[in-house]
Nanobody, 115 residues
Framework: QVQLLESGGGLVQPGGSLRLSCAAS????????MGWYRQAPGKQRELVAR???????DYVDFVKGRFTISRDNPKRTVWLQMNSLKPEDTAVYYC?????????WGVGTLVTVSS
């Protein structure tokens, strides 16, 4: 079965941390470029961070220094470590895989940053 399954979302206080996981199945994970996106209520989905098949990472400015993306090819998993969370980080976070002209999305995991 081809799927991306995110986990690790939840409610956290400002300044706290969460680690999101995305487990891939049924895809050529080792050659896939992976990314984390988010969509806040009333806003468009936006890129947060991405990691190439070769392990090169890229972050948008508003998460630089706070979020870290990583992957483990044998485990077919990509993570997003989120530190120093802010209320404006509240969103549904989606995992994305791109390979051989295919773009695959997970169903998302909700992150709520609130006191």
């Amino acid at each position: 079965q081809v799927q991306l399954l995110e986990s690790g979302g939840g409610l956290v206080q400002p300044g706290g941390s969460l680690r999101l996981s995305c487990a891939a199945s049924g895809i050529a994970f080792s050659i896939a470029h992976m990314g984390w996106y988010r969509q806040a209520p009333g806003k468009q989905r936006e890129l947060v961070a991405r990691i190439t098949a070769g392990g090169t990472t890229d972050y948008v400015d508003f998460v630089k220094g706070r979020f870290t993306i990583s992957r483990d090819n044998p485990k077919r998993t990509v993570w997003l470590q989120m530190n120093s969370l802010k209320p404006e980080d509240t969103a549904v976070y989606y995992c994305n895989a791109r390979y051989s002209g295919v773009s695959l999305w997970g169903v998302g995991t909700l992150v709520t940053v609130s006191s």
